[in-house]
């Protein structure tokens, strides 16, 4: 009797269910495999997530003669089977239907089908009676076995491809298949070791004793800037290395790849594969394959590298775990940090956040016992920390019109004396955040969105952060008419670089800004030339905060150190204090005595207090004592609901129906339906509903709740879902 297969595939369209086809008996095809379906009069790749067997003497399901065939299975390795839990486990968590999950998976089709092989040339046995000096250099290349391409023999054996050719018409060459290049060299863990010495020699046989035990547990690796976190870690990853593992490095920004890379190349010898928005689709294609075959055993990438199909995979490791990049917050929301904590989980092996600000998520998860700490108390190989300073600007110290303090102004013309390096830190990107006119008041905003176009000199353009509208500099106000009287109101980095090249015209300066032209190799090439100390002054937004090493630098300049901390997001001192701390920490990191200079109208504010004090433990305890007392995360939980449309009303009114049809429950709080801080974007009109409750409660089943007693959502009408979120625009 044969057997009757019945197969349920998962498709990468928004869906919560598999679709269910045949399989004849012959093709082979388990959970896991990736297979070609028919869906809705398109072929579309998928991958089994269950499969029934039937002997056909048995009755047939009852649907079984309905059921559409697969079309094909890929010669692709199989998703581990864990890896699928993991999808099912983020979609339920995120509340995203399981077909947009496994998108993220699918999301490089090509790579399904094996990398086509090209065809060589291989000694073949033979003699050769007209024996030249050139066919002998050739045939002591090839009489090892090896497969040569035929430029490449011609090339190493120092001749041209006609006598490599006419080796071939002779029978001692034959062609054969070439063996496929791989993506990157095979990393060596014992190329060339760090000497390491106290609190990082320890830490580090901690952490590969972790790794050696391949069951899951999560350290945070925690130490100031400069203490050689990276260093200790990769003894971690050299461990994993030994025995055999697959390892991920996450990065929070697509910009720090290379210097990691380069800094990872160092200690092993050879490259680790990125995985990132801006690669080339074919190498793409290549890393995923090589992942999902084992052949690449390493990847340092964006969040997105936590969907890889990996087989072995032995270690995760997230860099600069408390970085607010980690939160996806377009269509799946997710924080790839505590997705790598659950995928850790799943594959039982360790994960190492690593942070010199740890989230305050990830402090309590040690005070509770969830994760171990590993702390390094101290600078690596000496170097001091920097000393801070507060500019209080309440008392003057700033020319009219100016926005660096004559104290900054002194710091940085005694730093060009010394030949080092500075760097003057805003996060706000562009010339100005607004542009109004003088005569009548109008202010420049998007028409799409709630906010104020941003005024991008070097780009001749006001732009909208948040739909990306562009358009040209007016000359004249577009409200009244009036010619050449429109005002620039507050500084971004394009106007501080302004000022300081009147200040200083001599000094090379550089603006380091996402929104720079040239893309990520462009920037690349400008943190390339800050390390080889080509330039003098650093102009830069939150880029230049996210783990770079900068060996010239040694003063660092705030221009607004209050601007993170009146926002109102109760993550605001946090991040400040994070943001801040990682900004100052550039400095002095290869013992350059260095100076923090903070110009601020909140001299006497906690945060800036604990930052010059360098009080990080006493700021991250008063905060903890904060939140427990609100009951805000991690102690509580939030989870908000932006319901949208292009027509106002309609999106108000189902929020408001969305909100009657909410359950009750003692000691949770729903707030709304309001306004969103940021209104409307990209033309829809956007209210917000929040809820709020302790850390145990079940958000998910109470938004599902809602949800399924609310009326039929109108087709104009979207909800987005965001569980325990990041930001509260």
Not at 170 to 184: Q, Y
Request: glycine share 8%; charged share 20%; hydrophobic share 40%.
């Amino acid at each position: 009797m044969s057997e009757i297969k019945i197969v349920s595939v998962l498709v990468p369209i928004p869906v919560s269910h598999a679709y269910s086809y045949k399989v004849s008996s012959a093709t082979e095809v388990g959970v896991g495999s990736f297979v070609q379906v028919p869906v809705a009069g398109r072929t579309l790749c998928g991958f089994v997530v269950s499969v029934d067997t039937h002997i056909s003497g048995d009755e047939k399901p009852v649907s079984y003669d309905k059921l559409r065939a697969i079309s094909r299975v890929f010669n692709c390795p199989a998703l581990k089977a864990e890896t699928i839990a993991f999808l099912r486990f983020v979609s339920q968590y995120t509340m995203t239907p399981l077909g947009l999950i496994a998108r993220l998976v699918l999301c490089v089709p090509a790579a399904l089908d094996p990398e086509e092989q090209g065809v060589g040339l291989r000694y073949c046995g033979g003699e050769v009676e007209r024996l030249t000096a050139a066919r002998l250099r050739v045939l002591e290349l090839v009489r090892d076995g090896a497969v040569w391409t035929r430029s490449g023999l011609a090339h190493a054996a120092g001749t041209s491809p006609s006598v490599v050719e006419g080796l071939k018409a002779l029978g001692v060459l034959e062609e054969a298949v070439l063996p496929i290049s791989p993506l990157v060299a095979q990393a060596n863990p014992d190329f060339c070791p760090p000497i390491l010495e106290g609190d990082q020699k320890a830490a580090a046989v901690f952490l590969q004793e972790g790794v050696s035990s391949s069951r899951f547990q999560v350290f945070l690796l925690d130490g100031v800037t400069g203490s050689g976190k990276t260093e200790v870690y990769f003894e971690a990853v050299a461990q994993a290395l030994r025995e055999g593992k697959q390892i991920l490095i996450l990065l929070p920004e697509i910009a720090l790849t290379q210097q990691f890379l380069d800094r990872f190349h160092a200690r092993f010898g050879a490259l680790a594969a990125e995985w990132h928005s801006d690669l080339a689709p074919r190498r793409r294609e290549r890393v995923w394959r090589q992942v999902a075959e084992g052949h690449v055993r390493i990847v340092a990438g964006a969040r997105s590298a936590l969907f890889l199909p990996f087989q072995n995979l032995g270690l995760i490791v997230v860099d600069e775990e408390h970085d607010s990049a980690y939160k996806q917050e377009e269509r799946i929301f997710y924080h790839a940090r505590d997705m790598a904590v659950a995928r850790g989980s799943f594959e039982q092996c360790p994960v190492i956040l690593s942070s010199a600000t740890p989230s305050v998520e990830s402090q309590v998860n040690v005070l509770w016992g969830r994760y171990q700490r590993v702390h390094l108390s101290s600078r690596f190989q000496a170097a001091a920390l920097p000393t801070l300073k507060a500019v209080d600007m309440r008392k003057g110290g700033v020319g009219k019109g100016r926005f660096i303090s004559f104290a900054l102004e002194d710091a940085l013309k005694q730093t060009l004396d010394k030949g080092e390096q500075s760097l003057l830190f805003l996060n706000r990107r562009g010339y100005a955040p607004l542009t109004l006119c003088r005569i009548c008041g109008y202010r420049f905003h998007c028409m799409e969105c709630s906010s104020w176009l941003v005024e991008h000199r070097l780009q001749g353009c006001l732009k909208c952060h948040h739909c990306g509208h562009c358009q040209p500099i007016p000359e004249a106000c577009c409200e009244c008419g009036t010619l050449d009287h429109l005002a620039a109101c507050g500084p971004g980095v394009e106007r501080i670089a302004e000022e300081t090249q009147k200040l200083f015209p001599q000094a090379r300066l550089l603006i380091l800004s996402t929104d720079l032209k040239g893309g990520v190799g462009q920037l690349r090439r400008e943190l390339e030339s800050i390390t080889n100390g080509t330039v003098d002054i650093i102009i830069g937004t939150q880029l230049v905060a996210k783990g770079h090493h900068f060996p010239g630098l040694s003063l660092v300049g705030v221009i607004d150190a209050d601007l993170s901390l009146a926002n109102g997001d109760l993550r605001a001192g946090e991040r400040t204090f994070q943001l801040l701390s990682q900004v100052t920490g550039r400095a002095g990191r290869m013992g350059l005595d260095s100076l923090g200079l903070l110009q601020t109208y909140q001299p006497d504010h906690p945060v800036i207090q604990a930052l010059l004090l360098q009080q990080r433990d006493d700021f991250y305890v008063r905060e903890l004592a904060v939140r427990q007392k609100h009951y805000l995360p991690p102690y509580g939980r939030f989870a908000a609901l932006i319901i949208s449309s292009k027509m106002r009303k309609i999106a108000e009114n189902y929020a408001r129906v969305l909100r009657q049809a909410a359950p009750v429950v003692q000691n949770v709080s729903l707030m709304g339906p309001a306004e969103a801080p940021l209104a409307m974007v990209r033309g829809r009109y956007r209210f917000r509903l929040l809820l709020h409750g302790p850390r145990s409660f079940d958000m998910q089943g109470f938004i599902q709740t809602m949800l399924a007693q609310a009326p039929k959502m109108p087709s104009v009408v979207r909800v987005q879902i965001d569980i325990d979120p990041q930001s509260f625009l």
